[in-house]
């Protein structure tokens, strides 16, 4: 019989930040597709759009104008998820499966440049600076509200995944409970870092080992010519995680120390973020040539830690290594997506290619914008 | 301040079959939707369509022609997502966090009718008997083979859901393993049946209680005001249960006695299966008017008992209690959807009704097909 190769057969892998298996069928993608195709992302965009409510100097949905701002803009959600606390308590639920948990917080939208025409991938670096700045500034913000204990940065881009302005913007949404994904995620590393003897990657606080800092030190280190790695810089790197769901999924992350949230940042931990944002959306847009679509989400501790908190290595919240998931659906060209659709919903997630097959195909993209080539 | 009321106040429901979380945002259906929204399904397909690799007597992709079937016809599907064992081994893991477990077994396709131009809500009660008893067929054949431990029914309809052929049909992925969704259904069933003692529903093997037993009780009982139900007949009930993410999601489930999977159904639960599958499916596409978009899925015993099987009720793999699961994506009309993206992929499923809205929505429709009023 022939040997194992993960190219050929169809085998399952496990995501430890979740414990959720992914079904890998790499020999799916030579399937004819006759499904649904997607419109073009519009790329003929102008600089300002007079309708559009983001823009500088537009008025919103629920009636203020918009200050004529020249970097970024934090306004509150005018149909906000979540509102202010204090909210009522819930009733008692009518029989012991059917609980209610009041949910209270606050949701804010980031507008990332003035430009309505420009995203992430087109930015420059003091931009993206900026707009990194502007996620700490909300997370300190909103994080150390009264009854918040939770603040997910999140960008949704593309009409594809339900981006309802081109506008480049993202979202915070702060909480007073932590969602179920982050809760798994930090159960997780914090059985890794009771159960798992440090290695000699960096190591979380306690001097504790950490998931996250042991599995990418193994990506960067001895696993390099196994071909998950994107790209990489001095402090970060972009790779497509064993057990990537998306076709083209990346997870960024700080891979030099164990590093809990954005606000742990040193200022060249900073520039090294928005150079390797900068690079992974770049990728991204020339694998197909098109404004690619994703949705994308900060994971790191729920909320910052408090001024007078425990010296930094002995709170165990600092379990959490920041990292960002981004989530494209595009498979095949820029009308041609992967639907977790039938069986991933009711079964498994399910991809067509392995994770090594995809950061290949991102690897070798240039690293300069396909626009900024034509001209 | 106001009592708390599910309809205005945000507040997070439990599913208890994953142990998940779905934020309830129901004030949120008032923002104005300014995304992209889905092209019409198409509505004037013909009877026959000679381009068609389902329809009767044409020709596959792998170069097969199709019986010319007068009901139902089932094939193996020629880009499997897994194949026939035995595969070889997985090699050894080259990092405690990066498994393989290879995965085999067989996937396929099961048309429903020969006609190109129906669905599930067009066909009659003898039709829809003939496809049960196709899925009957299906499960008992693979869920016996050698080294299948799990089988998974499901339909993808419509092309938003990735369906890439209008004829109607559906799929049976048989594997080796036990997907993740079903293998947590099936763990916190268990541990509800040995934990939770018995209520006065109908109950478990070993006498033991059931938790959808005891939901299902629960919702046809004395909650039946509270307004999940949306229609009930002498064995199944079809409800929007209180832990549902997508907008107009359905649980379709028996509710008269515990019954592990289709093959333990009897002639008058099979017909009252029937029954009911053709009216959740009408009703939903009287919703919006058009032919209405979901997945699909059965959850049951992972495979049928053995022949030589310990007594039914000694049985504890019988803890599975058969149901469907309904997952449609329309939100306000035939062109918007729901989109699950940004903080659903990276924090927790929020939904922008309450279940109890959107069963009230589909309760008060028709029992009759739109298209064949309009005749
Ligand atoms: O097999 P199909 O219908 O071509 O494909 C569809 O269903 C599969 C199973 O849910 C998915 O993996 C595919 O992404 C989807 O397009
Ligand atoms: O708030 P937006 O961008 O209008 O809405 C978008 O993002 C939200 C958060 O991921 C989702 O709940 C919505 O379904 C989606 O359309």
Redesign the interface.
Known sequence: ??????TT??????N?LTG??V?V?P??T???????TEPPQQSDLPEYDPKCYLCPGNTR?GGQANEKYEHTMVFEN??????PP??????PA??P????????GGCDVLCFHPRHDLTLARLGQADIIRIIDEWSNVYKKRGTQQGIN?V?I???KG???????PHPHG?V?SLS?V????ATELANLKKYSRSTPPSDAPKGPLGRSC?LC??VH?EVGV?RD?GRVVVQNDHWVALVP?WAIWPFEIMLLPYKRHIPSIVHLTQAEKSAFAEILSQVTIRYDNLFSCSFAY???I?QRPTPPASDAIPEDQDEDNVAHLHL?F?PPLLRSASVRK?????E??????RDLTPEQAAARLRILPDVHYLNVQK
């Open positions: 019989m022939a040997d194992f190769d993960p057969h169809p085998h399952r892998r496990v430890p959720e298996h079904l069928s020999h799916r030579k399937r004819p597709w006759l499904g649904q949905a005018d149909y906000a998820a979540v509102l204090p909210g009522p308590a819930a009733p009518p029989h499966l059917l609980t209610t948990e009041p949910v209270e939770y997910q999140f960008e949704n009409a594809m995944m339900g981006c309802s302005n979202q949404w409970a969602p179920s994904l982050p998931l042991d599995y193994f696993a196994e064993w949705s994308m989400g994971h998931h989530a639907f977790l659709v039938g069986f919903l009711m079964a498994e997630p399910q």
